[in-house]
Nanobody
Framework: QVPLVESGGGLVQAGGSLRLSCAASRLASINVMAWYRRAPGKQREKVAIITVGGSTTYVDSVKGRFTISRDNAKNTVYLQMNNLKPEDTAVYYC????????????????WGQGTQVTVSS
């Protein structure tokens, strides 16, 4: 399988914004995509999902601040992150979830390298 490739992370001050990108081959054939993150010393968590029809779901901690979107023609999934907080600091990954439930982190593809997001206070 072609690996998923995340990009767009960086260092930003609290209150700032970043847009992450995830390159996923044959995206139009993938029903559900998700963004995950792993903060230092914590388990990986699923933060947002999007269906092929554009329906979205977010974990409570990012609702109103993060927006997931997809462009099937460009084979890219995005995560627009606004009003970033220090607690958003983590490595962010995209993947194909086994279960769209936010509590599940089982995935169908190998994990990519992720992209580091660091939010300073």
């Amino acid at each position: 399988q072609v690996p998923l490739v995340e990009s767009g992370g960086g260092l930003v001050q609290a209150g700032g914004s970043l847009r992450l990108s995830c390159a996923a081959s044959r995206l139009a054939s993938i029903n559900v995509m998700a963004w995950y993150r792993r903060a230092p010393g914590k388990q990986r968590e699923k933060v947002a999902i999007i269906t092929v029809g554009g329906s979205t779901t977010y974990v409570d901690s990012v609702k109103g601040r993060f927006t997931i979107s997809r462009d099937n023609a460009k084979n890219t999934v995005y995560l627009q992150m606004n009003n970033l907080k220090p607690e958003d600091t983590a490595v962010y990954y995209c993947n194909v979830p086994v279960d769209p439930d936010l509590s599940s982190t089982l995935v169908l593809r190998p994990w990519g390298q992720g992209t580091q997001v660091t939010v300073s206070s």
